[in-house]
Each structure stands twice: as C-alpha cells, then as structure tokens.
C-alpha cells in the first residue's frame, strides 16, 4: 500500500512559496510558506511539513489506541489526541507530544495507560518518527 503526495515550490527558501497536494484530494493546492514554518508562532499562515506530521501523528496513534481498547473488550466513545511537534531551526525536529483524553467506559486508569503507551509505540507513525523523543500524556475524562 502507498499513499502520496506532492509539492510544489517557487523561488527561494525565504522568499518563496508551494503548495500541497494529496492523493485523496484532502489536500488540494494547500499553501505554505517559509513565514508559516518558521515566523507565524499562531499558525494561521499556512500549514507547514511539522503541522502535517502532527496530523499523521495523533490520527495513526489514535486508530491504533482504538484497536487496542476494543480488543480489550473497552472499546472508546472518543479519543482526543492532540500531537505537539517541535522544530528546533538549525536541529530539526526534536519531538512529538501526545496528549490524549479517552472516554473508555468499563476501563480502569492503569489499563487505559498500559494501552495508551503499548498505542504509542506500536502505530507506524511513532515506529517511523524513531529518531525523535514521543513523549504521551494520557487521562480519561
């Protein structure tokens, strides 16, 4: 199975602009620019690859937590996943931060941890952001 997507990019790093386009149609023509990777701390200038990687993220994570609770026997009302992922200009990307909150009728809170970890390394996603730190913070609610 192979999912794509391409870029297109004009003039320089600084200076110019791209968009983004995915196989699906779910990304069509999306902007972004230098200013919306590096500058724009509130983000509204764009999307950016780091913001692309934090959707992938916490989609994939929450699909595999999913998977693990229903085979426990507790499948989820809802998960909410956030990813935080940080960029150290000059590094590179240094981290992913989840931040679940479950609603998992039937479950205690040490399972629903044990899960939420045994999610965190098992969903392809993490397995190929391996060289990073991904750290989880995980509660019910």
Same mark, same amino acid.
Request: charged letters at 15%.
């Given at each position: 199975?192979?999912?794509?997507?391409?870029?297109?990019?004009?003039?320089?790093?600084?200076?110019?602009?791209?968009?983004? #386009?995915?196989?699906?149609?779910?990304?069509?023509?999306? =902007?972004?620019?230098?200013?919306?990777?590096?500058? #724009?701390?509130?983000?509204?200038?764009?999307?950016? =690859?780091?913001?692309?990687?934090?959707? &992938?993220?916490?989609?994939?994570?929450?699909?595999?937590?999913?998977?693990?609770?229903?085979?426990?026997?507790?499948?989820?009302?809802?998960?909410?996943?956030?990813? &935080?992922?940080?960029?150290?200009?000059?590094?590179?990307?240094?981290?992913?931060?989840?931040?679940?909150?479950?609603?998992? =009728?039937?479950? #205690?809170? &040490?399972?629903?941890?044990?899960?939420?970890?045994? &999610?965190?390394?098992?969903?392809?996603?993490?397995?190929?952001?391996?060289?990073? #730190?991904?750290?989880?913070?995980?509660?019910?609610?």
């Amino acid at each position: 199975m192979k999912r794509t997507a391409t870029a297109n990019w004009t003039g320089s790093l600084t200076d110019g602009s791209g968009t983004l #386009d995915a196989l699906s149609g779910a990304l069509k023509a999306l =902007p972004y620019t230098y200013k919306g990777r590096f500058v #724009d701390e509130s983000g509204q200038s764009g999307t950016n =690859p780091e913001e692309l990687i934090a959707a &992938a993220h916490s989609g994939c994570f929450a699909m595999q937590l999913a998977h693990f609770l229903a085979e426990n026997g507790t499948p989820a009302t809802n998960l909410e996943v956030e990813a &935080a992922v940080t960029l150290v200009p000059g590094t590179g990307i240094t981290g992913s931060a989840l931040t679940l909150t479950g609603s998992v =009728p039937g479950i #205690d809170e &040490a399972t629903f941890r044990e899960l939420a970890e045994k &999610a965190k390394a098992n969903c392809p996603v993490s397995k190929a952001l391996g060289a990073i #730190d991904i750290t989880l913070e995980a509660m019910l609610g």
